[in-house]
């Protein structure tokens, strides 16, 4: 979910909120494949960081609720909204009190939407598996072990997912590149008016 407030809530930055069966949470998520009555969930209130972010005495939250990759269990054109409200619910306990009523902008994104609209292939926001077997150096390499001349970047590939990680694998990727390769001037990478109309 991504909120627009109208009023600034005093919740810290970053909040976890973890189920209180959290076995019986994961296990719903990975297993069973169901939208959990009590979910875990992360907010992100970022504007008392940065207050520029929304018009004064006002606020943004970003709220993270992990659950099931698309599966037929779970129809999400039916079952949004009751699971927004759920979270809604939930949200309330930690202390943001009437912020149903205080929601001037709303955009929730379920795994339909990372299929449909962003074309995240079966929802794989984390690319692999976001676990400790599939993290860091033993995601691939990001030059190609068994194709010469072939180079990967990206959140699936080393070090991982995440914006400032994937800009390292980005950094990685170039090096290996210009080590390969030869540094490229601008110029010369450049075509130019004669070769471009050709």
Same mark, same amino acid.
């Given at each position: 979910?991504?909120? !627009? @407030?109208?009023?600034?809530?005093d919740?810290?930055?970053?909040? +976890?909120? +973890? $189920? %209180?069966?959290? &076995?019986?949470?994961?296990?719903? /998520?990975?297993?069973?494949?169901?939208? %959990?009555?009590?979910?875990?969930?992360? /907010? &992100?209130?970022?504007?008392?960081?940065? *207050?520029?972010?929304?018009?004064? !005495?006002?606020?943004?939250?970003?709220?993270?609720?992990?659950?099931?990759h698309?599966?037929?269990n779970v129809?999400?054109?039916?079952?949004a909204?009751a699971?927004?409200? =759920? @979270?809604l619910?939930?949200?309330?306990k930690?202390?943001?009190?009437?912020? #149903?009523?205080?929601i #001037?902008?709303?955009? +929730?994104?379920?795994p339909?939407?990372?299929? %449909? *609209?962003?074309?995240?292939?079966?929802?794989a926001?984390?690319?692999?598996?976001?676990?400790?077997? &599939?993290?860091?150096?033993?995601?691939?390499? =990001? #030059?190609?072990?068994?194709?010469? !001349?072939?180079?990967?970047?990206? !959140?699936?590939?080393?070090?991982?997912?995440?914006?400032?990680?994937?800009?390292e694998?980005?950094?990685?990727?170039?090096r290996?590149?210009?080590?390969?390769?030869?540094?490229?001037? $601008?110029?010369a %990478?450049?075509? *130019?008016?004669? *070769?471009?109309?050709?």
């Amino acid at each position: 979910m991504y909120l !627009g @407030v109208e009023v600034l809530h005093d919740l810290p930055h970053h909040t +976890i909120h +973890i $189920a %209180s069966d959290y &076995q019986k949470n994961l296990d719903e /998520i990975e297993n069973q494949h169901v939208l %959990s009555a009590d979910p875990s969930f992360y /907010i &992100q209130n970022a504007c008392v960081t940065d *207050s520029s972010l929304a018009p004064q !005495g006002q606020s943004t939250l970003y709220v993270l609720v992990p659950v099931t990759h698309q599966h037929p269990n779970v129809d999400w054109s039916k079952e949004a909204p009751a699971f927004r409200e =759920n @979270v809604l619910d939930h949200v309330d306990k930690l202390g943001l009190s009437d912020l #149903r009523r205080r929601i #001037r902008f709303e955009k +929730i994104v379920t795994p339909d939407d990372w299929d %449909s *609209s962003y074309e995240v292939h079966n929802e794989a926001t984390f690319n692999m598996a976001h676990n400790f077997n &599939q993290m860091l150096h033993k995601r691939p390499n =990001n #030059r190609f072990e068994d194709l010469d !001349g072939v180079y990967l970047v990206g !959140g699936g590939t080393h070090p991982g997912s995440g914006p400032p990680v994937i800009y390292e694998s980005a950094r990685i990727t170039i090096r290996l590149i210009a080590a390969d390769l030869g540094p490229v001037s $601008a110029k010369a %990478s450049r075509p *130019s008016h004669s *070769s471009a109309t050709r």
